[in-house]
């Protein structure tokens, strides 16, 4: 089978991502990070992902590496004891407080070097470093760009013996995160998955809110609000469960709230 690694966050885009790849034949190995990041949630809908897809008969090696010690070293929101995570959409400035430095640049060395492993590993074989960076992050995200990816490529090629073994495959560039969910649609029915159950293992809000024993996803943060309006555009209901300052509340209400900021922001 053909190689592939990939950072699957537990995120709706790396989820579509692995569906991606196993729907067209890869074998996965999916690293999840733990860097103290405030919505760890993310790495529990990322194992339960993939314990779905294993009952369904996919392979995926799945390894959640820890870096203990480095939140309280980074200038972010997204890390435990940052300031708050910003509302809004993606396009507003304060979202460069959602930026962690130099995040890609950290999770891409030690995927390069798995990649690297693998492709070497027995016989050697060609292996993929997928990745599921889309047009939605380069404004606020310089390491979802295409310079970065190149450069810092290079470097991995120019530090490495056998690295023409390994290659960069990036499918969701240049489209956002509607066409993804639309990919992760359609992969679904390739791979004889159940798209609620899916997207249900997923989490894409910054600011989860813990009630009454169970995580849900706010709908105010520019991410949640980018996943909420992939899904109105695809006219299919969020499985999420979703939930502001007073509790759990319906998708129509988040569907409601985004719709307005959307209105707002188009103004």
Avoid at 12 to 33: C, E, I, N, P, R
Avoid at 141 to 159: I, T
Avoid at 247 to 266: D, F, I, Q, S
């Amino acid at each position: 089978m053909k190689k592939s690694v990939l950072s699957l966050s537990g995120g709706m885009d790396s989820s579509s991502l692995l569906l991606h790849l196993l729907a067209k034949g890869y074998q996965v190995t999916a690293l999840g990070f733990d860097y103290g990041q405030k919505h760890k949630v993310e790495l529990d809908r990322a194992k339960s992902l993939v314990e779905y897809l294993k009952s369904k008969g996919q392979k995926v090696t799945h390894q959640i590496i820890k870096l203990d010690g480095l939140s309280q070293l980074l200038n972010s929101a997204l890390v435990t004891g940052g300031k708050d995570v910003p509302e809004g959409h993606y396009e507003q400035d304060n979202m460069k407080d959602t930026v962690v430095p130099n995040r890609n640049k950290i999770f891409a060395s030690l995927i390069q070097a798995v990649a690297l492993s693998e492709a070497t590993k027995d016989k050697k074989q060609e292996c993929i470093i997928a990745m599921g960076i889309h047009a939605g992050d380069h404004a606020i995200y310089p390491d979802c760009r295409q310079e970065f990816r190149d450069a810092d490529f290079e470097a991995f090629k120019v530090g490495n013996w056998d690295s023409e073994l390994v290659s960069h495959y990036t499918p969701y560039l240049n489209t956002d995160k509607f066409g993804i969910l639309e990919d992760g649609l359609k992969c679904c029915e390739i791979l004889d998955l159940e798209f609620d159950k899916v997207y249900r293992r997923t989490n894409t809000s910054y600011k989860p809110i813990w009630f009454e024993g169970e995580w849900y996803s706010d709908y105010k943060s520019a991410a949640s609000v980018e996943r909420i309006e992939a899904f109105i555009k695809l006219g299919r209901p969020d499985p999420v469960a979703y939930a502001d300052e007073t509790g759990p509340v319906r998708w129509e209400v988040a569907k409601t709230a985004v719709e307005k900021v959307l209105n707002e922001y188009n103004k």
